[in-house]
């Protein structure tokens, strides 16, 4: 009994000196980041490649903004005063010419590190010299910080998140700080005092709904991750977002599973951080990812997470409340042949009883609206019928 008091007073204290910026990422931050695709094989040339690309292929227009260079742009040790270094082969011109350069571009900049001794990949971590690296991102103008949480042996969760966000404070640039302790320590419940997103999972992979082992971890696939975790939706809000990892659109799914990966985690109120090569990418995959009417969903103003409505006969239904009352529903086909939906608008009681919303078809007729094919597509006062792809998505505004 006394060691759970100890506990508890622990948390609660830990809990209560958390600090963090407010204002940032009112709605889910949306930028890039070089993991999913590059691993620790990063440059600066690729860096500004991709900043450039996010000005010329209308990425920015629709509203991303952060490039994150993931694990690896250090070199293996630290400086004589304790400092990180930029890999001088990957990075010759330092980390803070790179954030200039993509400034320059109207767009923001974030750095990785990670919570243990080392990194993921084995770089050095920042366990020890918080306030120190805090202070060397702000002078560099880093403005998120990806911190991660391998290496951590036994060290306490909230308290190491503690930590950096507080050293984030002391250097006094606003810096999103995204946890990425992988629902370990289930973040939802303690990390919003502390940082403005944190991953709900392990990592991400490119499949439909795969898992793949790594000997003691795996990586799930979209639907793996979707399902992973129950009851969380509560947790989300302005400045406060469940991450469902970086996305993996463009990196080899079919084009019809991409659009249902992206229109989940815009219902999810995930982040939406890009995960694929943006030079080469396909102009399917960008019409995917610059598609203004789903971002829109994704960054609405209440920044209600949505939620799965029904998953019955392979028919994945999830509903969101937007603004002024209206709502968006996502149909995703699971089968691996097309699927033909017939949806009775007074057959469904459509509502979040959390958040007090309904949608009273039988007082009035909403509109709707085919936001991937930027459509209208008739009114509530019919049966919905259309044809959905296999594993594709069809994704609707009533309003
Ligand atoms: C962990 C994170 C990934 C990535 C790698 C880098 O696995 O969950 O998103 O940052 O580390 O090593």
Redesign the pocket.
């Known amino acids: 009994m006394k060691k759970i008091l100890f506990t508890l007073l622990v948390i609660i204290s830990t809990v209560v000196s958390a600090q963090k910026f407010e204002g940032l990422a009112q709605t889910p931050p949306l930028g890039w980041n070089s993991?999913n695709t590059f691993?620790?094989d990063i440059n600066e040339q690729l860096v500004k490649d991709i900043a450039d690309k996010f000005v010329t292929l209308g990425l920015k227009d629709a509203g991303y903004e952060y490039i994150v260079l993931?694990?690896?742009w250090m070199a293996k040790e630290r400086d004589a005063n304790g400092n990180l270094v930029a890999d001088p082969v990957k990075f010759p011109s330092g980390i803070k010419a790179l954030a200039d350069y993509i400034h320059a571009k109207g767009l923001k900049f974030g750095l990785?590190n990670c919570a243990g001794n080392t990194?993921?990949?084995g770089y050095p971590g920042s366990r020890g010299h918080e306030y120190q690296d805090a202070k060397l991102y702000a002078s560099w103008h880093v403005d998120f910080l990806?911190y991660?949480w391998?290496n951590t042996e036994n060290i306490n969760a909230i308290g190491a998140y503690t930590t950096m966000g507080n050293a984030l404070i002391a250097a006094g640039r606003p810096i999103i700080l995204s946890i990425?302790e992988?629902g370990d320590n289930e973040p939802w419940k303690w990390a919003g005092t502390i940082g403005q997103q944190w991953?709900v999972t392990?990592?991400i992979i490119n499949c439909w709904d795969c898992e793949v082992g790594h000997g003691s971890w795996s990586s799930s696939g979209i639907w793996k991750i979707i399902n992973m975790r129950k009851d969380i939706r509560k947790a989300a809000g302005p400045s406060n977002w469940n991450d469902y990892?970086?996305m993996e659109v463009g990196n080899g799914m079919t084009n019809a599973e991409d659009r249902s990966h992206f229109a989940m985690w815009t219902m999810l109120t995930s982040p939406l951080i890009m995960g694929n090569d943006i030079r080469s990418a396909t102009p399917e995959t960008i019409k995917t990812l610059s598609n203004k009417e789903v971002i829109a969903v994704n960054q609405d103003k209440l920044g209600i997470q949505g939620f799965r409505f029904t998953n019955e006969n392979d028919l994945e239904v999830w509903i969101k409340p937007i603004e002024n009352n209206a709502w968006v529903i996502s149909f995703v086909n699971m089968k691996e042949v097309p699927v033909e939906i017939n949806f009775d608008w007074t057959k469904h009681e459509i509502g979040d009883n959390v958040n007090n919303k309904q949608l009273k078809v039988k007082e009035k007729t909403y509109k709707i609206r085919d936001l991937f094919n930027h459509k209208d597509f008739g009114d509530t006062s019919k049966v919905l019928k259309t044809t959905i792809g296999v594993h594709d998505v069809f994704m609707i505004k009533v309003y």
């Open positions: 993991w691993a620790t993931d694990d690896g990785y990194t993921c990949a990806k991660d391998c990425c992988w991953r392990g990592d990892d970086m």
